[in-house]
C-alpha cells in the first residue's frame, strides 16, 4: 500500500513541495553506465548482479557487437547465493580473467545491484582486496547502481563520489582552480572551454576527466560548478574536501546558461564588462535560435514524472525562455540547496513533488490531460494509447543539451512531437 502524500510549505525560494513514496518507475542506477563509460574510455563497469542488470544494459545501450565493449555483469548464479566466500573468489577470477585479456582498462568500477545487495556482497572490500592486487596498473572502485539504492541518474552521482576521496591533493599555495562536475559529452565541453577561457578563468578541470586516471588535483582553492542537478553526494563529498560550490542556474537555455557562466566569472574575480562581452554572442544566438520554438510550445502544458532529476531545471526553461505552462514538476529527489536559484524562477501555480506514487500521479496526468508527459519508456506507450503525447526522460539525459549551442536542439526535443501530434490531427 502507497504511504500517504504529505504537502511540505512553500518558501519564498519557490513552490510547496507534494511529497510522495509509494510505487516508482524509474529505471536503476545501472543507466548511468551508458554514458560514463563513453565519457572514460580507459575505464570498465563490471556489473555485480543478475542476468536481469545484463539485460538493462544492453537493451539501453543498444550492444556494440564489434566493439570491445567496456562494461558487462558478472553474473550472480544460484549456486552463488549459497556462499558468499564462493562468490568472492568467483569475482576474483572473473576480474583477473578480465584485466589479463585487456590491459587498457586503468580504473574498475564493480558496481553493486539488486541481487549483490541482496546477498549482502561487500564490494567496499572486495575493491580494496582487487586494487591491491591490480595496482598500480588498475585502480579498483566500487559504487552501487541498485535499484534498490539508485534512481536513474543517481548512479552517476554515486559514481563520481567514488571518485572524490581519490583525487589528488592540489600542491601547497596552488593558487584557484575550477572544477565542473557532471558527465558532459565532449562536444560541449570543448565549448565550455572555450568559454571559460575567453573569461579568463584558469585552470578549469573536469570530473569525471576523459582519461580515469587523470584526476584532477583539489585544494582550498578549488570552487566546483555542477553541470548536473543530480549530484548531490558528489557535491557533498567534495565539500568534505574543503571545496566551495558556486550557485548558479544549470547551463541549459541562454539564461540559464549565461547564468552558469556569469556565476563563475563573478566567484573568480572576472571583469563584469569582459563578463557580458564575452557571453552576450551566445547568449543572442541562443535566444534567436528559441524564437523558432516559441511558436510551438508557448501556452502549451506540460507535466514531468519524476525521473532524471532534470525536471526542474527543464521546466524553469520551458517556462522562462519558450512561455510554455508547467503543471506539475515531478522530481525522485529534490536537492533544495542545489536548485534554490532554480525554484525561485518556476512560474506561480506550478505543482512540484518529490519522490512517487506512480498511480496517484498518473491519475493526476489524466485530470490535466496536458499538451506534453516527460516520462519513462515504461510509462510512455500507455500514455499515448490514452491520447497523451509524450517525450521519453531518457532521450534528454542521452542528448547533448547544454549550453548555448544546444539550447534550440533542447527546444527542439519538446516541439517535434507536439509538431508530429497537431500533424496528425489535421
Ligand atoms: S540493479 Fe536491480 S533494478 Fe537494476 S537491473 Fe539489476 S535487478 Fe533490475
Redesign the pocket.
Known amino acids: 500500500m502507497s504511504a500517504p502524500a504529505s504537502l511540505g510549505a512553500a518558501s519564498k525560494a519557490g513552490p510547496a513541495v507534494l511529497r510522495e513514496r509509494g510505487q516508482r518507475e524509474v529505471f536503476?542506477g545501472?543507466t548511468g553506465i551508458i554514458w560514463l563509460h563513453r565519457r572514460m574510455q580507459d575505464a570498465f563497469f563490471l556489473v555485480v548482479?543478475?542476468r536481469?542488470?545484463a539485460h538493462?544494459l544492453q537493451s539501453a545501450a543498444g550492444v556494440m557487437i564489434f566493439a570491445e565493449p567496456r562494461f558487462g555483469t558478472a553474473i550472480i548464479e544460484e549456486r552463488d547465493l549459497a556462499g558468499l566466500a564462493d562468490a568472492n573468489a568467483e569475482l576474483d577470477r572473473v576480474v583477473a580473467r578480465l584485466l589479463e585479456r585487456r590491459p587498457d582498462i586503468r580504473t574498475l568500477f564493480l558496481v553493486g545491484?539488486?541481487?549483490s545487495e541482496v546477498i549482502k556482497l561487500d564490494l567496499a572490500r572486495a575493491a580494496a582486496r582487487l586494487s591491491e592486487r591490480h595496482m598500480p596498473h588498475v585502480r579498483v572502485l566500487n559504487y552501487s547502481?541498485?535499484?534498490?539504492e539508485t534512481t536513474f541518474t543517481e548512479g552517476e552521482d554515486a559514481c563520481l563520489a567514488a571518485l572524490v576521496p581519490e583525487m589528488p591533493d592540489a600542491p601547497a599555495g596552488a593558487g584557484p582552480s575550477l572544477l565542473v562536475v557532471g558527465t558532459l559529452p565532449d562536444i560541449v565541453e570543448d565549448q565550455f572551454r572555450r568559454l571559460f577561457a575567453a573569461l579568463g578563468i584558469a585552470p578549469v578541470h573536469a570530473l569525471p576527466p576523459r582519461r580515469s586516471r587523470a584526476l584532477p588535483p583539489v585544494g582550498p582553492g578549488t570552487r566546483f560548478l555542477l553541470a548536473q542537478p543530480f549530484l548531490n553526494e558528489t557535491a557533498r563529498a567534495l565539500e568534505d574536501r574543503g571545496l566551495e560550490r558556486i550557485d548558479a542556474l544549470f547551463p541549459f537555455g541562454a539564461e540559464g546558461t549565461a547564468d552558469w557562466f556569469a556565476a563563475a566569472a563573478e566567484a573568480f574575480g572576472a571583469d563584469p564588462m569582459r563578463v557580458r562581452a564575452v557571453l552576450a554572442p551566445g547568449r543572442e544566438r541562443a535566444a534567436r535560435a528559441l524564437e523558432r520554438h516559441r511558436a510551438t510550445l508557448a501556452g502549451r502544458t506540460i507535466f514531468f514524472l519524476p525521473d532524471s532529476q532534470l525536471e526542474v531545471p527543464l521546466a524553469r526553461f520551458l517556462a522562462s525562455e519558450l512561455g510554455m505552462v508547467p503543471i506539475e514538476i515531478g522530481t525522485p529527489w529534490l536537492h533544495q540547496r542545489h536548485l534554490a536559484r532554480e525554484l525561485g524562477r518556476l512560474p506561480a501555480g506550478v505543482t512540484l513533488s518529490e519522490g512517487q506514487d506512480v498511480d496517484r500521479q498518473l491519475d493526476r496526468v489524466r485530470v490535466h490531460r496536458p499538451d506534453i508527459t516527460v516520462c519513462g519508456l515504461g510509462l510512455a506507450n500507455p500514455l499515448e494509447a490514452e491520447g497523451l503525447t509524450t517525450k521519453w526522460a531518457i532521450e534528454l539525459v542521452f542528448s547533448p543539451i547544454h549550453g548555448f549551442e544546444q539550447a534550440a536542439d533542447l527546444a527542439e526535443l519538446f516541439a517535434r512531437p507536439l509538431r508530429r501530434r497537431d500533424l496528425l490531427r489535421v
Do not use: A, D, F
Open positions: 536503476c545501472l548482479g543478475s536481469t542488470c538493462l545491484s539488486c541481487p547502481g541498485s535499484g534498490i
